[in-house]
Each structure stands twice: as C-alpha cells, then as structure tokens.
T-cell receptor, first 113, second 115 residues
Framework: QQQVKQSPQSLIVQKGGISIINCAYENTAFDYFPWYQQFPGKGPALLIAIRPDVSEKKEGRFTISFNKSAKQFSLHIMDSQPGDSATYFCAATKGGATNKLIFGTGTLLAVQP | DAGITQSPRHKVTETGTPVTLRCHQTENHRYMYWYRQDPGHGLRLIHYSYGVKDTDKGEVSDGYSVSRSKTEDFLLTLESATSSQTSVYFC??????????????FGEGSRLTVL
C-alpha cells in the first residue's frame, strides 16, 4: 500500500513557468516531509523539507505548501529553469526517523528552454 | 558531496549467482542504508544499519542480506540473484536516526542487471 502518493508522474514546463508537484499521505502520524531532487546518474539529494507546524516554507525558487487537513503537500518551483530538470521525490516520516522515510514514486520534470 | 563510494557502479550477472555491493563512507556517520530504485516504486528501503554489526530490515528485505564490520563499510549481498532484483541500488548515510532534519546523503548508485 502506497502511503505517499505523488503526481504527476512526469511534467513538462516551459522556462520561466511554475512547476507544481503534488503529494498526498495517509498516515496522520507523519510529521516531517522532505523533498529530494535527483539528477540523471546521481543519487537523490535533499532539496527542502517542512514540518506540519507551518503551512508554507520557501527557499529561493522552491516552496513547499502544506495542507494538514487534506493530508497533502506540494512543491512549487517558480521561474523554472532547464537546470531544474530532474526527478523529484516527496517523502514522509514520523519524528524525522530516517529509517522510516516513505518515498513517493517520483516526478520526472523537464523544463524546456 | 558526502564522501560515499559505491562499487561496482554497474554489474551484469546471471540468475542464481551471488552478488555483493559495497558502500564505503568517509563521513564517520553512524547510520547507513541500502535502497533500491525502480520505476513506479520510487525508493524503497532494503536494510539499514545503526552501528557496527547492528542492522535491521527495511520494507523490501527478502532475498537480501547485509553486513557491517566497520563503521565505514556496509555490504549488500544477494545470495542468489533473481531477475526481480534488477534495479538501481543506492547507499545512503545519515548522522542521526531521528530529529534534526533527518537528512539522508546518497551515493551515486549501483546499476545491477540480472539476466
């Protein structure tokens, strides 16, 4: 049973546009929600993370929006650039437990110049 | 980049043969993990280690074993490889197991093909 559902599977955005990736979770005990970015041939790397005590977190062009009541969170990439082309994974866990991280299935983002 | 080296980076083997993947870290982190990445499944935890000789199962541990005899090395063994184990395997490390930012640092992956 997929505890973290991620959509869309793939996304094509024009340079300068906004990329939006959505995730939904089932376990209400989850309290830490990171996003990982993976470039081809590389391992994933932490991009940004949020805890449910805030509804939004912004770091540069990357923003996480969190809706606790709907059990959903999303990644917004503003002013998308070709260098943002990568696979993005949302994840969730309880208490920040790294051995219990549940990953979404990933979204392949292509930003066209 | 975190000092994580995976070897081999690519391997092709036949069904029924044993395979060992190695993860070596220079960060002296206590926690180490093996994940597999498959299309449509994201990243799934196979096994993890919370110290030398201390390991535990993850979500998809069947058919895999691990060993950690030194802080810096974490080995993943497929005793008898099957085609369903064709995947990209990632090693990851973390400084802590809970709290903080729960950040995992990943290696560059080992692509395994079982024919």
């Amino acid at each position: 049973q997929q505890q973290v559902k991620q959509s869309p599977q793939s996304l094509i955005v024009q340079k300068g546009g906004i990329s939006i990736i959505n995730c939904a979770y089932e376990n209400t005990a989850f309290d830490y929600f990171p996003w990982y970015q993976q470039f081809p041939g590389k391992g994933p790397a932490l991009l940004i993370a949020i805890r449910p005590d805030v509804s939004e977190k912004k770091e540069g062009r990357f923003t996480i929006s969190f809706n606790k009541s709907a059990k959903q969170f999303s990644l917004h990439i503003m002013d998308s650039q070709p260098g943002d082309s990568a696979t993005y994974f949302c994840a969730a866990t309880k208490g920040g437990a790294t051995n219990k991280l549940i990953f979404g299935t990933g979204t392949l983002l292509a930003v066209q110049p | 980049d975190a000092g994580i080296t995976q070897s081999p980076r690519h391997k092709v083997t036949e069904t029924g043969t044993p395979v060992t993947l190695r993860c070596h870290q220079t960060e002296n982190h206590r926690y180490m993990y093996w994940y597999r990445q498959d299309p449509g499944h994201g990243l799934r935890l196979i096994h993890y280690s919370y110290g030398v000789k201390d390991t535990d199962k993850g979500e998809v541990s069947d058919g895999y074993s691990v060993s950690r005899s030194k802080t810096e090395d974490f080995l993943l063994t497929l005793e008898s490889a099957t085609s369903s184990q064709t995947s990209v395997y990632f090693c990851a490390i973390s400084e802590s197991s809970t709290g903080g930012n729960g950040e995992l640092f990943f290696g560059e992956g080992s692509r395994l093909t079982v024919l």
